[in-house]
C-alpha cells in the first residue's frame, strides 16, 4: 500500500486555470442547467460548473438534433461566449437559459 501512496504524490494537481490539460477536475459540481427554445421545446442538461459554454452547446446538440455551431445561449441580452465556463458567467444548478438556432 505504501508504494502507492508515493506515487500519488509524484502527481501533483495541475496549476489553477490549466485543468483541462490534465482532464476534468474531480472536484467540481453537477449541475442541471434548462435551455428555453420559447417555442415549446425545454431541454434539461447535466453538466459540470467548469464546462464551458461550447461545451453545453455541444450538450445541448446531442440532444436536440442540432449542430453545435447553429446554437446561441444568452439570458436577456447577454450572449454567452463559448471559451468562458459556466461558473464565470455564474450559472447554478436549475437555471433557465435561453436557446435560440442561428
Not at 417555442?39 to 445541448?60: A, F, H, P, S, Y
Not at 444568452?74 to 458567467?89: F, P
Request: aromatic share 8%; with cysteine.
Amino acid at each position: 500500500m505504501e508504494p502507492i501512496r508515493q506515487s500519488l504524490r509524484l502527481f501533483p494537481a495541475p496549476p489553477p486555470g490549466l485543468g483541462f490539460l490534465f482532464g476534468r477536475n474531480s472536484k467540481a459540481k453537477k449541475i442541471e442547467v434548462v435551455l428555453n427554445d420559447r417555442l415549446g421545446k425545454k431541454v434539461r442538461v447535466k453538466c459540470n460548473e467548469d464546462d464551458t459554454i461550447g461545451d453545453l452547446k455541444k450538450l445541448v446538440a446531442a440532444q436536440t438534433g442540432t449542430r453545435a455551431d447553429k446554437i446561441r445561449i444568452q439570458k436577456w441580452y447577454n450572449v454567452y461566449k463559448d471559451h468562458i465556463t459556466l461558473a464565470d458567467y455564474e450559472i447554478h444548478d436549475g437555471m433557465g437559459l435561453e436557446l435560440y438556432y442561428n
